[in-house]
């Protein structure tokens, strides 16, 4: 059974560029999430979407960050414009509902140069 | 609030000597603990959960962990490590946050070095 998937691995753009990351879920999965990991620091929750309703966004920096799952499997994140500080790795987990186990991709490293 | 502490930010150890990697969490509610690992480049993988029961875990690998209310700790041990164990861990606490919403946050990790 295939994991998550997320592209681009890697990404490199000079500020002020825009900047969007892809993620599919595992199939059958209804609650996908995207977490945030900067260097030396554990992972914190951007948004979560159950189905394709965000239903926890109070950590997503809507000046600048958007996020979408029109069809309720997968997801896009998206950076306009990125600034030096988004320098991170954006990760990506599913779950089978809100209790069950993450399950988490191999993650987006994005450089704002 | 809810926080996860993980005392230790480096850990090395000799390859085949046991290691703790501990975490503290403070949460007024009950709580789900979690232990996560991470290989370079990777993303994260479960270690082992507690949800309830027995406080004695055990996880993939050899690793196991003791849930200690009194203590609010779930550190995580093994009896011998390998070179493959080098790695960050992260501790993480899930807990009920109402309207149907469970909030997981996870601790700042610590990287295990196993020197050969």
């Known amino acids: 059974e295939a994991g998550v998937v997320q592209s681009p691995r890697y990404k490199i753009i000079e500020k002020k560029q825009p900047v969007a990351f892809w993620c599919n879920p595992i199939?059958?999965?209804?609650?996908l999430y995207w977490y945030l990991q900067n260097l030396g620091q554990g992972p914190e929750l951007l948004i979560r979407?159950?189905?394709?309703?965000?239903?926890?966004d109070s950590q997503l920096p809507k000046d600048r960050f958007s996020a979408e799952r029109l069809k309720g499997v997968d997801s896009t994140l998206k950076i306009q414009p990125a600034e030096l500080g988004d320098s991170a790795v954006y990760l990506c987990?599913?779950?089978?509902?809100?209790?069950?186990?993450?399950?988490f991709g191999e993650g987006s490293r994005l450089t704002v140069l | 609030a809810q926080s996860v502490t993980q005392l230790d930010s480096q850990v090395p150890v000799f390859e085949e000597a046991p290691v703790e990697l501990r975490c503290n969490y403070s949460s007024s509610v009950s709580v789900y603990l979690f232990w996560y690992v991470q290989y370079p480049n990777q993303g994260l993988q479960l270690l082992l959960k507690y949800l309830s029961g027995s406080t004695l875990v055990k996880g993939i690998n050899g690793f196991e962990a003791e849930f200690n209310k009194s203590q609010t700790s779930f550190h995580l041990r093994k009896p011998s490590v390998h070179i493959s164990d080098t790695a960050e861990y992260f501790c993480a606490v899930r807990r009920y946050s109402g309207a149907g919403s469970y909030q997981l946050t996870f601790g700042k990790g610590t990287k295990l070095s196993v020197i050969p």
């Open positions: 987990a599913s779950s089978p509902t809100v209790t069950g186990e993450l399950f």
């Open positions: 199939s059958g999965h209804n609650t």
């Open positions: 979407y159950e189905n394709e309703e965000a239903v926890d």
